[in-house]
């Protein structure tokens, strides 16, 4: 079974217009941690936020924030006010376990375009 | 602060050749991790390198391996190259903060 499932293989939104990137996960185990990158042409991937099964509270980094779900086993992100250097690939990433080096689980990846 | 780093930026072999990728982790970080990207796929974890030891292996066979030094840098190797082998490679570096931090990647092309 998927453990990471990214549904949206591609994406358009406005300049300036909030998008919702949608992520789902499957574990057992009680600690992990999921994870956001970006990944531009040029191949590099961008840590962008994370959110820990503990956290009570919803990860936020500047325009970006994780909307956690977890009984839903849901992580989406949210961007707001997207701009055009946000064209790119989204990854959603999970970690089992509390070791920061433990392997990341990928899903396949959602493009995202904007539009000016 | 210098962030991961990653040699050489592209590669092209020929099948049955043998290949080296180098990786020096971020600043203050002492572990290393391996993903191949295929093309249109997400990372795929390779294994992971903490105090000059594998630790974590995914599903690749005995011909990747790697190895971490001193100075906590890392390679990684792979033995009689497959067209299949084509791809991104990336490193990772991490501490005990909460992210990897990912670095540029190697292209490999195999002919």
């Known amino acids: 079974a998927q453990k990471i499932t990214q549904t949206q293989p591609g994406m358009f939104v406005q300049e300036k217009e909030a998008v919702t990137l949608d992520c789902t996960y499957d574990?057992?185990?009680?600690?992990?941690?999921l994870f956001w990158y970006k990944q531009p042409s040029s191949g590099e991937m961008i840590f962008l936020i994370y959110?820990?099964?503990?956290?009570?509270q919803n990860a936020t980094e500047g325009r970006y924030s994780l909307n956690f779900q977890k009984a839903r086993k849901s992580a989406n992100l949210v961007i707001s006010a997207s701009q055009l250097g946000d064209s790119a690939m989204y990854f959603c990433?999970?970690?089992?376990?509390?070791?920061?080096?433990?392997?990341?689980?990928f899903g396949g990846g959602t493009r995202l375009m904007v539009k000016p | 602060d210098a962030g991961v780093t990653q040699s050489p930026t592209h590669l092209i072999k020929t099948r049955g050749q043998q290949v080296t990728l180098r990786c020096s982790p971020k600043?203050?970080?002492?572990?290393v991790s391996w993903y191949q990207q295929a093309l249109g796929q997400g990372p795929q974890f390779i294994f992971q390198?903490?105090?000059?030891?594998?630790?974590q292996r995914g599903n690749f066979p005995d011909r990747f391996s790697g190895h971490q030094f001193p100075n906590y840098s890392s390679e990684l190797n792979v033995n009689a190259l497959l067209l299949g082998d084509s791809a991104l490679y990336l490193c990772?570096?991490?501490?005990?903060?909460?992210?990897?931090?990912f670095g540029p990647g190697t292209r490999l092309t195999v002919l």
């Open positions: 574990t057992s185990d009680p600690s992990y941690g």
């Open positions: 390198y903490y105090e000059e030891e594998e630790r």
């Open positions: 959110q820990g099964s503990y956290d009570q």
């Open positions: 990433a999970m970690r089992e376990g509390e070791n920061a080096g433990n392997m990341l689980t």
């Open positions: 990772a570096s991490s501490w005990t903060g909460r992210a990897q931090f």
């Open positions: 600043s203050g970080h002492d572990t």
